[in-house]
C-alpha cells in the first residue's frame, strides 16, 4: 500500500487514480503537516510500503505574507515524513518545484538536477528546505516538476488553464507574462513518470516536466488556438505584472536523466500535452473545471 500526501489536489487525486487501490490517501482536514503527532501516527498506523508527497503550501504570493505558515507545510511537515519514513523503512517520494532555480537567466541551457539551486521568496526556500529534509533519509526522490494542471480536486487551488479559460469567457483582454521560460506540465504524465520511478527503486533526484519550453503568455495563445477562442491576449514582462513574489525567469528542466529509462513512461512535448488535456477535459463528466 502507497500513501499519497495532498491526495485532494491535482497531483495527489491523479496519483490515486494511477494506482487504485494500492493508495492511501492522506488530506485535510484528517492529514495535517503541521500537526507532527497526527502525521507519525496516521501512518504509523497504516506502516505503508512507501510514501508520495504531494501536499504542500502552493500560494506562491501569500506565501511572501505568511511565511511560517508556508515553511511549517513546506519544511518542517516533510520533515516529519522524512523521519517517519526513516522509522517506518520505507521510500519517500517528496515533489518539488522548478522554482529552486529562482536566480537562474534566461540565456541558460535546460537545468539539469546537479546545477546549483537559487531559490528566490519564501515558497522557492521552504520547498528547497523540504528537498534538504528528504535527503536526510536514504531511501529518497525528489521530483522537480513545473505549472502542473489536470483534473482539480476538492483541495485544488485551481490551474493555469482552466484560469485562462475562465477569464477568456468573461470576454477581457488579458495581459500575460512573457519573460518566464519554463515547462507546464501535464499531471497524468508527471504521475505516471512518478509510479515508475517509486517502482525502479533507483533513489535520487529527477526533472519530469512535458518536452520543450514555452512562457505564459505562449502558452495562453496555444490555449486559445486549440479552443478555438479568439482571445484578446497582450505579452507583458514580470515587472508589468507586479507579483508580490519573485518567479523564475528561466526554469526549464532537463529530462535526459529520467529519459534513460528505457522503459519509462513518456514526457510529450507541452503542446501535445495540452492538447491532451484538452481532449480529456471535454470528454470527462464533471468537468475538469
Known amino acids: 500500500m502507497i500513501a499519497v500526501t495532498g491526495s485532494r489536489g491535482q497531483l495527489g487525486g491523479e496519483l490515486c487514480r494511477q494506482l487504485g487501490d494500492a493508495a492511501v490517501g492522506l488530506d485535510l482536514p484528517d492529514f495535517d503537516l503541521t500537526n507532527p503527532e497526527q502525521v507519525r501516527e496516521r501512518l504509523g498506523a497504516l506502516r505503508p510500503e512507501a510514501v508520495i508527497h504531494t501536499a504542500a503550501y502552493t500560494a506562491v504570493d501569500r506565501a511572501e505574507e505568511e511565511p511560517d505558515r508556508c515553511f511549517a507545510v513546506n519544511a518542517e511537515g516533510t520533515g516529519v515524513l522524512a523521519e517517519t519514513a526513516r522509522r517506518l523503512d520505507c521510500p519517500l517520494v517528496y515533489i518539488s518545484t522548478d522554482y529552486v532555480f529562482g536566480a537562474s537567466r ?37 521530483v522537480r516538476t513545473c505549472g502542473l494542471y489536470g483534473r482539480l480536486g476538492p483541495n485544488s487551488p485551481g490551474n493555469f488553464v482552466e484560469t485562462m479559460i475562465r477569464l477568456a469567457k468573461q470576454g477581457k483582454t488579458l495581459r500575460v507574462v512573457d519573460d518566464q521560460w519554463c515547462t507546464p506540465s501535464y499531471v497524468p504524465h508527471v504521475a505516471s513518470a512518478v509510479i515508475y520511478l517509486l517502482r525502479s527503486g533507483m533513489y535520487g533526484t529527477f526533472h519530469v516536466v512535458n518536452g520543450g519550453a514555452t512562457t505564459w503568455y505562449r502558452f495562453a495563445r496555444e490555449i486559445f488556438r486549440l479552443l478555438g477562442l479568439d482571445t484578446a491576449i497582450l505579452p507583458i514582462t514580470t515587472e508589468e505584472y507586479g507579483a508580490k513574489a519573485p ?43
Not at 126 to 137: D, H, I, M, P, V
Open 106 to 142: 534566461p540565456a541558460d541551457e535546460p537545468h539539469r538536477e546537479e546545477d546549483p539551486v537559487f531559490p528566490c521568496g519564501v515558497y522557492a526556500r521552504s520547498k528547497y528546505e523540504g528537498e534538504l529534509r528528504t535527503l536526510a533519509w536514504q531511501k529518497h526522490f525528489i
Open 247 to 289: 518567479r523564475p525567469a528561466f526554469s526549464v528542466l532537463d529530462t535526459s536523466k529520467y529519459q534513460r529509462f528505457p522503459d519509462a513512461p513518456p514526457l510529450p512535448h507541452w503542446k501535445e500535452a495540452l492538447a491532451e488535456y484538452l481532449r480529456e477535459r471535454d470528454r470527462v463528466d464533471p468537468p475538469f473545471g
